[in-house]
Structures are given as structure tokens and as C-alpha cells.
């Protein structure tokens, strides 16, 4: 423990020279700005400063501390579309529309702002401290946990889809059907068979999320807006109460759960933010559901999977710092960042170069408190994002969707598939079928089926297997009663 | 048909938008069925290969479609503008197809100009929006970010 | 024959190819990968080098066009830049592996210029620390006497690169590559995990990703699958052929050009490779891209490329991944 703490001082000597201070700052920036950025993503723009940061021949530990602040920052940017106008820029941010944008609607659009940024700094600044002195056993314990056990844990996120999805149980499960099949499109993983390309070549690496996520969320709100002429749906600016300190300790419990949520699953190298936020979502609205007020508007709702997220981004980095094993794309690309400096990551790292390593962390201390005295005071100036015009807002919003997604693919076929689906989030808001379930669909339905191929892989077909371990089989009754739960009604009723 | 028209439509209706949803979900489900069960795989790698995931996914998703076929909805609401998306649709699909021929500053400009038309902006203002738009999206992804895009006809204007 | 001549003069001459008056124009480099793609890293690093060397005088910009690893891209290249002069695209053996199964539509590798090779990765058999195998021989003797005994895994699809190292180890032991049991990771961190965990018992991974865990213990590393044993840290580790097992794995990474690239511009940017691959600068930055030394270029790479798909080709008809 005092090794960790003087460790620690010496990370601290490391981040806050001036220099690095500076760097911290600038990534947090850049993050927060990719986050907003339909389309670009933290580990689009990771790789594009890479090249800077050779030709600045900034030191290992710098360009860690800079790279490092784009990938936590981008959780700070992703919530600020996703509230404001309904379109998530980042897949974790999709739970936040869902409470985020009613109270934008309501003229809360900055007390919604403020407390995600708060629960950010919370999720982030909790997960930083367990990083702190807990990272290798974690990282240990994180590689136990098995493909069977990824299985039941991905069920159980799958289970809650009837959580978000509005008020029609089967639309909710048919959208969420919609987003696995979605998935599947591609190369499968499995046997390298093409499945429902059409002999499409630019199908064969699947669809990608972003095009989804453009389509559904912003090219179908701006047809729905265009519709109506902007009379039923657009959000106010201003017209509602400021933040109070009562409301931030009132979301303080549903942050802590979500801080706990959210870091655990971003340890496990093989689940995500997205996972981490939908499980946090679901479990304030199912704690609460008595209230009825999850997805009209309810801070907690807001706060719950911004706080996971941010807190499932620093647990990413407990594998990737400890084992040198990267859980996610963007970690590898950070873990890619070590090499180009010629150091091994890997578990010597905390050894051979502490001040890496420790930098780092100390560097995330100062950084996610520097997102937050930059995102508090800016909650004004995003919010006015709603006073523009809507024939200026709109069009800006739906070319820079349309760049975004162009300029990191160069295909015209990826904006022609986002334009379907964007037809595809028209007509369904039409139908009060849900698009969150979509998303989830899409993102866990892949990982269902890997790991499910893996754990029937390993144990040769046999499906007891899959609850074999004690992991799995609390993850199965917690999967079986959230699949009961909302039935209690009709039975009690006979 | 407004979407006062379509309220007074509820519930009495038997051709309701539901009851179409529930009867394409159907369909795909079945398509899906089809389509996975013409993989042929070129040997069992694993236990589970590549039709049994599409397989359940699809027999639940038929259940979704009946379940809600069952239901009595409201009819579908047609749009009150019906010409503002069908044009916004068009006008996003000439830019996919014209972006590499007109380059991205030109294109952008006239999906932005004509967006901000359909969203009520006088030709002046629109034209305004446009151009800045087209503009400021060039530098973010050309120069500052340095992903290139097609420039077009404008090409030797820009510089190397 | 001709262009072996201007070759062998450009070889002479370093100057030779711009002095025959081609000077690139807006030159690109297309990465099949959006930015932070292997290809993008590789398009990126290598564009740098070549501006800041001077080898190359007009900035190089990349391009990324994902999908299937280098599909779209050289999809694109045949349909619509035949002959441009002035692009290069990223290339390596997961495109070849992919050229050989048909995922490359019907563009295949006489449809390109093959320009030259800037290094390689090399495969590694990795199994745990504390695993019951010591050496390549005792895995092999394993998978004889059960070939679905070692569950293994790595980063890719069946018919994938990575499974295709696992495939030519259990081919070299006389054991049919259907019969392993593979499972397919996303990424190779993953599998590095499910090792690392117990799940799996073998990875086929790369050298540069297996490097941190080996130096630090947690893993042994049973044969590099390279002709010669690497340098550094990895020393240690025997080859697979010293090992008495006919396998080699470089995971080469290069850039090709489009079909019917002028001459001048294709002996340009072999000249621009090879000048790169000799300057004193190029070992630092060849290493930061996690690559080991493998200089090839021109006749000889185009050689390699041909072959090697091939190779690939007849191995998926063996187990069935092609139709014949």
C-alpha cells in the first residue's frame, strides 16, 4: 500500500510537469470535441495524432498522457448530441437519449448536461483510485472469467432489453431482434462464411456501428423534425430550473452503483461501455420502476450510464496497463502507441518504466478533474447549441454526419446504407417501435454468438457447460428473473 | 390523412400500421430463415456453425411479428408534409451519389443549402448555411484532421 | 524483360527513376482499415518516413477504405484508378490469405503491381506458463494422439491468417486442420487472455504481440514460425524448423499499385522502398510498427506474392474452404 502511494508521487512529479499538464489538457479538448464528432471515434482519432506526436518527438510518457486523455475524454463529448438533439455520438451515449433528451425537451437540457458531466468525474475519478491500488489482482481475476461466463453475462444485458423499450414488450424484443440480425451481416467469425451479404464486398466486414447509429438516430430525427416542421419535437432552450446541489446528491447513490457496474465490466477485456452503461441504465429504472419516471426525463437516468461509462472506459485500461492485454480496439491502438516508443508493453511495464505507467494514472487524476472544470462552465455555451436555427442547426448536423462517416470510410455505399436506416428510425418513432433496443441488439447479438461458439467450442457441444461455473450461474437467475419480472402483473392478476 | 385522422382511426381498424409491421417482421424472419439455411459450411469448425444464432434469432423475431399482429394498433400516421421527406430523402441520395464527382465542398453546399431550404430558410440564408457549412466541414476533416476527400472540379483552386 | 532492365539500373542508380522524369502528384497511400487499421498505421508511419527522408518530395496522403481486409480498396483500384501513377495501397498476408479464399471478389493477385515488402511479423506458438507442453514436438504429439485435444485460439476467422498458422502446424504434424479445435477471438488480446486464463490451451499469435507477456514470464513460447531466429528478446525461442517442422509465418506487410501502373511510376516507387528500407532512420520505425526486417521488392516480392497465394489456395481447397 505505501509502495503504491509513493509510486503514485512519483506519477504525480511525472504528470504535472507544465509540458505534460498542457498535453493532458489538449487531449482532453480533442477528446471531448471527437466525442461530439459523429462518425470519428476515440480510436479513429488516437491513430491520426499518432504521427504527430513522432514528428513532435513528444517522450513516451507524454504521448501517453495525450492519447490517453483523447480516449477518457471522448466519454465526456459523446452525451452532449445524445441530449441536446437525440443523436448519441458514440455508442455508449445511446442509454442518455433516452432520459437525456426528454429533459432537454423539458427546457433541462443543461441541468442534464451538468449532471452527466458530474457523473463522468465521479465514475471516471472512483475508477482511477480502484486502478490505483487494485490493478493487477483485478486484471488477474479478469482473465478467469470464461467464454460461458461472457455467455450468461451478455444474456442477462440482452434479458433487459424489455427495460428500454417503451411500452410494447414485442416491439422491444423484435427491434432488439432487428439489431442482432443487423450483426450477423458479414463475414462470420466462426467459420468465415458470408452470412446475408448479398455478394456485397462492402458488406463483408459487416455493417459498421457508426452508419447505424447516424442513420437511426440523426438522419431519422431530421426527417421526423422536417415532417412536422419542428412543431412537436424540438427541444428548449433554457425555460427550466438550474442543477441543484439536492439533485446531484439525489443521482449521488444511482452514480456510485453505476461507478461499480461500469468499472467491473470495463475490467473484463472482452465486454464494453456499451454493455456497462445499458446494465446501469436498466438497473436504476428497475429499481425505481415503481416511480415510473425512467425515460420521461429522470436525472438518475442520465447520470446512471454516463457514470458507467466513463467508469467502464478507465476499467479498460486495467488489462491493457497490467497484463499489456488490450480489451478493446481503441486499447489496442494505445497499447500500439508503447511499441512505436519501443517499450514492451506487458506486465513489466509497471516495473521497467514506472514512469509510464504511473504517469498515466497520476495524469488521469488531473485530466478527468480538468474535463470537468471544462465541461461545466461550457454546459451554458453547448446548450445555446439550441438557440441556432433549425434550418442552420439541421443541416450542419446531417453534413457533418454524412462527413464523418465519409471521410474515415470513403464510401458512397456507407452513406446510401445510412440513409436507409435513417428511412428505417423514421418510420419506426412512427410505429413506437424502440431504437435503443436496436443498438443493443447490434452491439451484444455479435458478442452473444462468439462467445457462445467459443464456450460450446471448449466444452464440446455440451450446453450444461454453460452454467457450469458459480459466475454463470448467479448471471443465469439474474437472467431468468429479469426475463420473469415483467409478467409478475399478469400472474398475480390470475 | 393527418395525425388527427389517424387517432380517431384507432382501434378500428383491421389493416393497422401494427398489424403490417407484425406481417413484415414475419416475412424477414422467414427470409432470414431461408437465407441462413442456404449456408454451406465448409466443415464444422464448431459446434454451433453459422445457422443455429440466425436460426433462434429469427424464431423469435416470427414470435415478435405475430405477437404483434395480434395487437390492434392505430394507423399508420402519414406524414403532414408529405413532400419534405420524400425531398430530403432525394436530396440525400443525390449527394451519395454525387459526392466524388462534384467533390465534398460543392455537394455539401447544395445538401446543406437545400436542407436548409426544406427547413423553411429564405434562398439567401440557405445559401448562407450551405456555403459555411461546406467550407468549415472541408478544413475539420481535410486539414485538421487530414482524411482527405474528393475535391472535384475545384480541385487546382484548393492548392495541393 | 524490359522492365527487369530498368530495374536492374534503378538498383545502380538510386537517382535513376526520378530521373526519368517521374515526379509523383498528389501521391496517396490507400489503407484498408479506417485510421487505426493496420493498414491505416502502416499507410501512415510509412508516408511519414518516406516525406521526411526525402525519398518521396510531395506529401503523401492517406486514404482510409475499410472492408475486407483491402477488398473495397482494391475493388476500387481496378474499377476506377487503373493506371494512376500516383497511389499505392497497403497490403499484407491477411490479403492474400483473403485473395486466395475469393474474398477479393474477382480481383486477385495479377490484377496489381506488386511494389515491395517494408517488414514482417512473424507467428509464434504461445502456450502458458505453466503448460503441459515444453516444446513443439510434445504439442504436435499431443494433437496426433487427439486432434481435438489442444483447444487453441487466435484472433481470426476460420480461414483466417491467424487460423491458418494453426493450420499449417497441425498439416506439419500430419493432422487434418479441420479437426482442431479452433476458436476464433476478437483480436488477438483476447485470445492472449483466454490463454492467460486457462481457457484456451494455445494461441497462434504474432511476435509483436506476444512479446511483453513472454519477457515478463507469463507465457513460453514453443517455435517462432520464421526461417531464421528473431533478434532481441525473442532470441531464445527456437524455430519451428530447428524443431524438425517445415513451417514458416511471415505476416509481411507491403504496398502494391494499381494494374496498369506506367512503368516509370512503378520502378519510382520500387526505387522509393528500396531507398527507405536501406536508410539509417528505417530500423527505429520499422520496429515501432511491431515489424521485423524483410526487405523485398519489385520482381522478387511479386514472386513472393504469387507464391504465396497459391499456397494459400490449395490449402483451403485441402480442407475445403474454396470449392475446387
Known amino acids: 500500500m505505501m509502495d503504491t502511494f509513493a509510486a503514485l508521487g512519483g506519477g504525480f512529479a511525472v504528470a504535472l510537469v507544465p509540458t505534460n499538464l498542457a498535453l493532458a489538457f489538449l487531449g482532453c479538448v480533442i477528446g471531448t470535441a471527437i466525442g461530439v464528432l459523429p462518425g470519428i471515434g476515440p480510436l479513429n482519432a488516437i491513430a491520426l495524432l499518432l504521427p504527430f506526436c513522432l514528428a513532435l518527438r513528444l517522450p513516451p510518457e507524454s504521448a501517453l498522457i495525450l492519447l490517453a486523455a483523447v480516449y477518457y475524454g471522448s466519454g465526456y463529448g459523446g452525451r452532449i448530441t445524445a441530449i441536446l438533439l437525440n443523436m448519441p455520438g458514440e455508442p455508449s451515449a445511446v442509454l442518455t437519449t433516452l432520459d437525456g433528451h426528454p429533459l432537454a425537451r423539458q427546457g433541462r437540457g443543461g441541468a442534464a448536461l451538468a449532471i452527466s458531466g458530474i457523473g463522468s468525474f465521479v465514475g471516471a475519478t472512483l475508477s482511477v483510485i480502484l486502478m490505483s491500488f487494485l490493478s493487477v489482482p483485478l486484471a488477474r481475476v479478469a482473465v478467469a472469467f470464461s467464454p460461458a461466463d461472457y455467455v450468461a453475462l451478455i444474456a442477462f444485458a440482452l434479458s433487459l432489453l424489455g427495460a428500454v423499450g417503451g411500452a410494447s414488450a414485442p416491439k422491444a424484443w423484435a427491434a432488439g431482434c432487428l439489431g442482432i440480425l443487423l450483426a450477423l451481416i458479414g463475414v462470420d467469425s466462426g467459420t468465415g462464411v458470408e452470412r446475408f451479404t448479398a455478394g456485397s464486398l462492402e458488406l463483408l466486414g459487416g455493417v459498421d456501428f457508426t452508419v447505424l447509429a447516424v442513420g437511426l438516430f440523426a438522419i431519422g430525427e431530421i426527417l421526423l423534425l422536417i415532417e412536422t416542421s419542428l412543431r412537436t419535437e424540438a427541444a428548449k432552450l433554457g425555460g427550466g430550473k438550474r442543477l441543484s446541489l439536492r439533485e446531484i446528491l439525489f443521482c449521488l447513490p444511482a452514480m456510485l452503483r453505476a461507478t461499480g457496474i461500469g468499472f467491473v465490466i470495463g475490467v473484463l477485456p472482452g465486454a464494453g461501455a456499451s454493455v456497462a452503461s445499458a446494465l446501469s441504465y436498466t438497473a436504476e429504472k428497475r429499481l425505481h420502476e415503481s416511480k415510473d419516471t425512467f425515460g420521461k426525463g429522470d436525472l438518475r437516468g442520465v447520470a446512471a450510464p454516463e457514470t458507467a461509462d466513463n467508469a467502464a472506459q478507465i476499467g479498460n485500461l486495467v488489462p491493457m496497463l497490467s497484463l499489456g492485454i488490450p480489451g478493446s480496439g481503441t486499447t489496442a491502438v494505445l497499447l500500439g502507441a508503447l511499441l512505436m516508443y519501443n517499450i514492451t508493453p506487458g506486465p513489466l511495464l509497471f516495473t521497467q518504466r514506472p514512469d509510464v505507467a504511473w504517469g498515466l494514472i497520476a495524469s488521469m487524476y488531473i485530466g478527468n478533474a480538468m474535463l470537468l472544470l471544462l465541461n461545466l462552465p461550457l454546459v451554458g455555451v453547448f446548450a445555446r447549441l439550441l438557440s441556432v436555427p433549425a434550418w442552420v442547426l439541421y443541416p450542419g448536423v446531417l453534413a457533418l454526419s454524412f462527413g464523418g462517416v465519409y471521410a474515415v470510410s470513403n464510401s458512397a455505399f456507407d452513406l446510401l446504407m445510412a440513409i436507409g436506416f435513417g428511412i428505417m428510425g423514421w418510420l419506426f418513432r412512427k410505429l413506437d417501435i424502440p431504437l435503443v433496443p436496436i443498438v443493443l441488439g447490434f452491439v451484444l447479438g455479435r458478442m452473444l454468438e462468439d462467445n457462445l461458439r467459443r464456450a460450446l467450442a471448449l466444452s464440446d457441444g455440451s450446453v450444461m457447460e454453460l452454467a457450469a461455473s458459480p459466475v454463470s450461474i448467479v448471471l443465469w437467475g439474474m437472467t431468468v428473473v429479469a426475463v420473469l419480472w415483467p409478467l409478475r402483473a399478469k400472474i398475480w392478476k390470475n | ?160 | 524483360m524490359q522492365r527487369r532492365t530498368i530495374l536492374a539500373a534503378s538498383t545502380l542508380l538510386p537517382v535513376a527513376a526520378q530521373a526519368q522524369g517521374f515526379t509523383p502528384q498528389n501521391p496517396e497511400c490507400i489503407a484498408g482499415a479506417a485510421p487505426g487499421g493496420g493498414f491505416d498505421i502502416s499507410c501512415r508511419l510509412t508516408a511519414r518516413m518516406l516525406n521526411q527522408t526525402g525519398i518521396v518530395g510531395s506529401s503523401i496522403r492517406t486514404q482510409n477504405m475499410p472492408g475486407g481486409i483491402g477488398a473495397v480498396a482494391i475493388n476500387h483500384i481496378n474499377a476506377q484508378r487503373r493506371a494512376d501513377p500516383n497511389v499505392i495501397v497497403a497490403v499484407s498476408t491477411g490479403s492474400w490469405v483473403n485473395m486466395a479464399t475469393g474474398r477479393f471478389g474477382r480481383f486477385g493477385e495479377n490484377d496489381v503491381r506488386w511494389i515491395g515488402a517494408i517488414g514482417a511479423d512473424y507467428g509464434v506458438i504461445a502456450v502458458k506458463k505453466d503448460s503441459r507442453f515444453q516444446t513443439l514436438a510434445d504439442l504436435v504429439n499431443a494433437l496426433k494422439a487427439d486432434s481435438a485435444g489442444v483447444p487453441m485460439g487466435a484472433g481470426g476467422a476460420v480461414g483466417s491468417q491467424d487460423w491458418t498458422k494453426a493450420a499449417l502446424v497441425a498439416r506439419a504434424a500430419g493432422v487434418d486442420p479441420r479437426r482442431m479445435r479452433y476458436v476464433p477471438f476478437e483480436g488477438g488480446g483476447q485470445a492472449l487472455a483466454a490463454l492467460l486464463g486457462g481457457h484456451i490451451q494455445m494461441a497462434p499469435a504474432d511476435a509483436s504481440e506476444a512479446r511483453g507477456q513472454f519477457e515478463a514470464g507469463e507465457i513460453r513460447l514453443l517455435a517462432v514460425l520464421a526461417a531464421e531466429r528473431l533478434p532481441g528478446a525473442l532470441a531464445s525461442v527456437p524455430t519451428a524448423r530447428e524443431q524438425g517442422f517445415q513451417v514458416e509465418w511471415p505476416i509481411v506487410r507491403g504496398f502494391y499499385g494499381p494494374p496498369q501502373m506506367p512503368d516509370t511510376a512503378y520502378d519510382f516507387w520500387v526505387d522509393a522502398l528500396r531507398r527507405l528500407t536501406a536508410h539509417p532512420d528505417w530500423p527505429a520505425q520499422r520496429s515501432a510498427q511491431g515489424l521485423f526486417e524483410f526487405n523485398m521488392v519489385g520482381a522478387e516480392f511479386t514472386e513472393l506474392a504469387k507464391r504465396r497465394t497459391a499456397e494459400f489456395r490449395q490449402l483451403a481447397r485441402d480442407v475445403g474452404l474454396v470449392s475446387q
Open chain 2, 1 to 160: 390523412m393527418s395525425a388527427g385522422s389517424a387517432e380517431g382511426a384507432r382501434g378500428t381498424s383491421i389493416v393497422s400500421a401494427d398489424r403490417i409491421l407484425g406481417l413484415l417482421l414475419i416475412i424477414l424472419a422467414a427470409l432470414v430463415f431461408w437465407s441462413a439455411q442456404s449456408l454451406i459450411v465448409p466443415f464444422a469448425a464448431d459446434p454451433l456453425g453459422p445457422k443455429g444464432f440466425p436460426y433462434a434469432v429469427a424464431v423469435i423475431l416470427a414470435i415478435c411479428g405475430a405477437l404483434i399482429l395480434l395487437e390492434r394498433g392505430p394507423a399508420f400516421a402519414w406524414p403532414e408534409r408529405r413532400a419534405a421527406p420524400f425531398l430530403l430523402v432525394l436530396a440525400m441520395v443525390a449527394y451519395a451519389l454525387l459526392l466524388e464527382t462534384l467533390g465534398f465542398i460543392l455537394a455539401t453546399t447544395a445538401l446543406a443549402l437545400g436542407v436548409a431550404l426544406l427547413f423553411g430558410a429564405g434562398p439567401w440564408p440557405a445559401l448562407a448555411t450551405g456555403a459555411v457549412t461546406g467550407l468549415a466541414l472541408w478544413a475539420l476533416f481535410d486539414k485538421l484532421l487530414d482524411l482527405p476527400l474528393p475535391q472535384g472540379p475545384i480541385r487546382g483552386f484548393l492548392g495541393a
